[in-house]
């Protein structure tokens, strides 16, 4: 199952909203579906999993959305330290576990 | 506090192996699968194995498999990946990760580093 997330590359502003997107090949369940963000030189931190919900202490600008093969990620007010790559991610059939390409968001 | 430390990276020739290590900490590994996930340079996250809590359900990437070999010692809280035959392309940090299945907790990573 590919994951294709769009677009590559997102510059905004503090204060605004940013929306990612992923799109699978193949439908997927949405309690396997989770996104991730990864800062340079850190390892991915889990964001959102079973589509929608936050991990812990995920911060409530960041929101997830979607079924079957479209997955949203939302941050409703942009922070600097939300300057990141965000990975969607499918997990089941073959390969086990998939991620999307990354979406990098650039902070103004 | 759950941590992940992994270990065994390094500057390898094609052809050659490296063991890769991963200890855990701060939670009862035998209660949860693991995974293998690498990232390339500049490149995004790729996964490439999983090991169930017993050991009885193994899945490879189709580029690794027959190549690489995931266990794990459930007495000792460590994961590991036995990786032969090493290509230019396996060159990555390798990321150990809980599963739940969503990958909760992720060590740092150890790079390795494939090259003549």
């Known amino acids: 199952n590919v994951l294709t997330q769009s677009p590559g590359t997102l510059s905004l502003s503090p204060g605004e909203r940013a929306t990612l997107s992923c799109r699978a090949s193949?439908?997927?369940?949405?309690?396997?579906f989770a996104w991730y963000q990864q800062k340079p030189g850190q390892a991915p931190r889990l964001l959102i999993y079973?589509?929608?919900r936050r991990a812990t202490g995920i911060p409530d600008r960041f929101s997830g959305t979607g079924s079957g093969t479209d997955f949203t990620l939302t941050v409703s007010r942009l922070e600097p330290e939300d300057s990141a790559v965000y990975y969607c991610?499918?997990?089941?059939?073959?390969?086990?576990?998939?991620f999307g390409g990354g979406t990098k968001v650039e902070i103004k | 506090e759950v941590q992940l430390v992994e270990s065994g990276g390094g500057l390898v020739q094609p052809g050659g192996s490296l063991r890769l290590s991963c200890a855990a900490s701060?939670?009862?590994?035998?209660?949860?699968?693991m995974n293998w996930v690498r990232q390339a340079p500049g490149k995004g996250l790729e996964w490439v194995s999983y090991?169930?809590?017993?050991?009885?359900?193994?899945y490879y990437t189709d580029s690794v498999k027959g190549r690489f070999t995931i266990s794990r010692d459930n007495a000792e809280n460590s994961l590991h990946l036995q990786m032969n035959s090493l290509r230019d392309e396996d060159t990555a940090v390798y990321y150990c990760?809980?599963?739940?299945?969503?990958?909760?907790?992720w060590g740092q990573g150890t790079p390795v580093t494939v090259s003549s």
């Open positions: 079973g589509t929608s």
């Open positions: 991610q499918q997990y089941g059939g073959s390969p086990l576990l998939t």
């Open positions: 193949q439908s997927v369940d949405s309690n396997y």
């Open positions: 990760a809980r599963d739940l299945p969503r990958l909760d907790y």
């Open positions: 090991i169930n809590s017993g050991s009885t359900i193994i």
């Open positions: 701060g939670f009862s590994l035998s209660s949860y699968g």
